[in-house]
Structure formats: C-alpha cells, structure tokens
C-alpha cells in the first residue's frame, strides 16, 4: 500500500525536509580542501537538534552518522569521518530528519574546488536526470515514468545507472513502498496518485553501474572506481508533475532548467499512463 497524504501531512513532510535543505545549504557552504567529513556530519547535527529535529540516519540499523558522505568513487552510504577532501573530488551528502512524527531525505552532489569535465558532466547530468524524474511524478503516469525519465538522460549518456539501490516512498517511515527504480524494469507499477510522496535519487556513476559494498559494511563504491554521483529529493505527486518539498533557498538542484528538457520532460511520449 502507498500512503495518501493530506494536505497536512504533506506540509509537515515539509517542514521536515526544510531542515535537511537548510542542512544543504549550510554545507554547500563548507565543502572545500581540507575539511575532514566528520566536520560536515558535527555541523549538520547541531543545525538539525537546533531545529528542534532529529538526524533520521544516526541509529538506523546501527549507521553511525547523520550525513552519509560519499566521497568520488564512493556512490552511497559513505560513514563520515577522518577523510579529508580534496581538490577536484565529488562529495556527495544524503541527509535525513525527523520532525514531528514525519521524515525528510535529500542529497546532493557538490564539486570540491574545481572538478573536471567528467566528473562536472557526471553530476549536471544526475541533477538534469532528478528534474526530469520530478516532473514525470505526476498523477496519472505509471511509476514506471520515474525510471524512464532518469534513463532517458543517463543511458544515451553512456552513464551507468546504478540498480542495487532505489528510491522509495516516505511519510511516517523513512522507507516506505513503493521502491523507486532508477531504470525502466519493463513493468507499470503502482499508478500514481495525488498526496503520494516519495524519495526519487539517481545515483550514477561514471563508468559501471556495477557496486560493491566495503567491509565496513555501509559503504557502497563503484566497481571499477570511477566517480558516482547522487542527487534526491522528497516530492509529492500533483496534477502536474512532482512538488519538490526539500529545495533550498541557497543550494537549487532537480529543477527543470528550460529547453533542452523539453523533449524528455512532462508529457513526452511513452511517458504517459
Ligand atoms: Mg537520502
Ligand atoms: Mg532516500
């Protein structure tokens, strides 16, 4: 069963994700050479208990951390600590909260100092593929929309899209049904339907969408090494496309950014339920 939300509800899953955009925020801030990732994780803590919230990630299922930093080669799930970044690295940085019974998730892909053409090519291209797969959350569109869209710009990309991890519904659980892939599986699924909301986050690497998992036992790298790229938001389904609840005032990533979207965006054929 995917939950219907009210209005209510939406605005507090709202409320929720507005910490973790100013969590965002805050960061873009302080990502550059010479900050060790631990530093993230202490600062985004403090803004989240000072919201009145609680870091959603710290304690589920033992991870340790309130940000998950996932630094070049690392895709997700990256515990933060003693690594200090460094120039021309991608640092990616999921965060949770939980606010008044109700969850936020968001991520984002931030460039330390100057990256390269690959790795800028790699991020603007998971941003492009988030937007794309907001638009597609639409009342009326099968689920199967979502995936589409992020292939639709990754795949033609030679990207590789990862496929052991998706996203997923979110309310009153962090993790809630549906499961939200990344591709297209071939099949429909679930009709969306107005006051659903879910977690939709590509993440894709540079070269195989091929991961493994470290023997820390959270950290997912890529398998040949290359940089991975992620980027997430909390949006409720509407008549017209994804309402993104976790976008920042400062930090902006997953909007549809003009015409060289049209094509693949809202109302594309084959998109369509
Ligand atoms: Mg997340
Ligand atoms: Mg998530």
Redesign the pocket.
């Known amino acids: 069963m995917i939950a219907i939300r009210s209005e209510r509800e939406i605005g507090l899953i709202r409320e929720a994700n507005q910490i973790v955009a100013a969590v965002h925020d805050m960061l873009s801030g302080m990502v550059r050479p010479g900050v060790a990732t631990i530093e993230l994780d202490r600062a985004a803590e403090a803004l989240i208990r000072e919201r009145g919230a609680k870091p959603a990630?710290k304690g589920y299922r033992g991870f340790p951390a309130t940000l998950?930093v996932s630094v070049d080669e690392e895709v997700?799930h990256g515990i933060p600590g003693k690594r200090v970044l460094r120039e021309g690295e991608l640092v990616s940085i999921?965060?949770?909260a939980l606010y008044r019974g109700y969850y936020g998730?968001?991520?984002v892909t931030l460039p330390c100092g100057e990256v390269d053409e690959a790795r800028l090519g790699l991020m603007r291209a998971t941003s492009r593929a988030l937007a794309r797969a907001v638009a597609a959350a639409r009342a009326g569109n099968f689920l199967r929309a979502v995936g589409r869209a992020v292939e639709g710009v990754c795949r033609p990309a030679g990207y590789g899209i990862v496929r052991d991890f998706v996203g997923h519904g979110i309310g009153t659980e962090?993790h809630e049904e549906p499961q939200i892939l990344n591709f297209d599986s071939g099949e429909n699924g679930p009709l969306l339907r107005e006051g659903m909301v879910l977690?939709i986050?590509p993440m894709v690497n540079l070269g195989t969408h091929r991961v493994r998992v470290l023997r820390d036992g959270w950290t997912v790298v890529t398998a040949d090494g290359k940089p991975s790229a992620?980027f997430?938001h909390t949006v409720a389904v509407r008549k017209d496309g994804g309402e993104i609840l976790s976008q920042g005032s400062l930090l902006r990533w997953g909007l549809l950014d003009g015409v060289e979207d049209e094509a693949c965006g809202p109302g594309a054929a084959g998109e369509k339920a």
């Open positions: 990630f998950c997700v999921d965060c949770g998730d968001a991520a962090m977690a986050e992620h997430e």
